[in-house]
């Protein structure tokens, strides 16, 4: 008798512990859910803004992410770097970051991430670039606040691969292949000021590739996961009370 009540006591115990973790998962998932939707909404918002010129006095209230904009300047591809392991469609490859000058006499300027192109053949260093004429450009894309990061496995380890140089341009005119790119390293390196924004250009003739990324903001993916856990919470909550009313039948007296 001893035995079967310790062992009516420890699955109730084990299902009361899988009810709590199930409905938390669930519970979880709705904030997922909820996120996703913020996210959503702040898109289509940006993306509602009308278009902004972007200029050195630019406010940085007025750089939204998603919102759409334009600068006019002329391209520093003296300052250009390549982002790595930026894929497209399963194919490795870089994203292409040029600054364009907005004011010379300010050395204003702001860093444009140009688009994709496929990963160097064997043998070169790095992949040819698109040209970058001379004179004024007028350049559209959409608001950044920063340029989308990768997780650097190295970085725990203290390593310098990937990194950027401490001054840019590099001696011999080598394009440096960064594997993220932080807009105050990159200002202290070129000696530019640059705008508190990256603008992903979204059009050009150049042949680069401008399918930026987007986070994912299915959040019926999230709320149908949810409504899984709750399900499976539902029915061990159901087995938590199936076991405790079959032992306290069994332990009543018998008539």
């Known amino acids: 008798m001893a035995h079967s009540v310790r062992r ?5 115990v084990l299902l009361g512990v899988a009810v709590a973790i199930l409905a938390s998962l669930g519970a979880w998932q709705l904030r997922r859910a909820d996120e996703r939707r913020a996210i959503l909404a702040a898109i289509q918002a940006g993306r509602a803004q009308p278009p902004l010129a972007l200029a050195p006095a630019t406010a940085p209230a007025e750089l939204g992410a998603w919102r759409p904009a334009r600068a006019n300047g002329q391209w520093l ?5 390549l982002l790595q392991n930026r ?7 870089y994203w292409l970051a040029t600054p ?3 004011d010379p006499a300010r050395h204003s300027a702001v860093l444009v991430l140009r688009g994709w192109l496929p990963r160097a053949e064997p043998g070169q260093a790095s992949p040819p670039l698109p040209a970058t004429p001379d004179g004024q450009h007028g ?3 959409e ?3 920063r340029v989308p990061r990768l997780f650097e496995l190295w970085a725990l380890g203290g390593s310098q691969q990937g990194q950027l140089p401490a001054t840019l341009p590099v001696a011999g005119g080598v394009v440096p292949q960064v594997q993220n790119l932080e807009l105050s ?10 705008l508190p924004t990256v603008l992903m250009q979204t059009r050009g003739d150049d042949g680069l590739v401008r399918d930026w990324p987007q986070p994912s903001v299915d959040y019926d993916q999230n709320q149908g996961y949810a409504l899984q856990w709750f399900s499976f919470a539902a029915i061990a909550a159901i087995a938590w009370l199936v076991v405790a009313w079959r ?3 069994r332990s009543r007296p018998a008539g």
């Not at 591809?77 to 770097?81: E, G, I, K, M």
């Not at 390293?185 to 640059?194: E, F, P, R, S």
């Open 77 to 81: 591809a003296q300052y250009s770097v």
């Open 247 to 249: 032992g306290l039948r």
């Open 8 to 12: 009516t006591l420890a699955a109730l």
């Open 87 to 93: 894929n497209q469609e399963g194919r490795p490859g």
């Open 139 to 141: 350049i559209t894309g």
């Open 143 to 145: 608001l950044s606040p």
């Open 185 to 194: 390293a990159y200002a202290q390196a070129t000696g530019l000021t640059l």
């Open 100 to 102: 364009l000058l907005l």
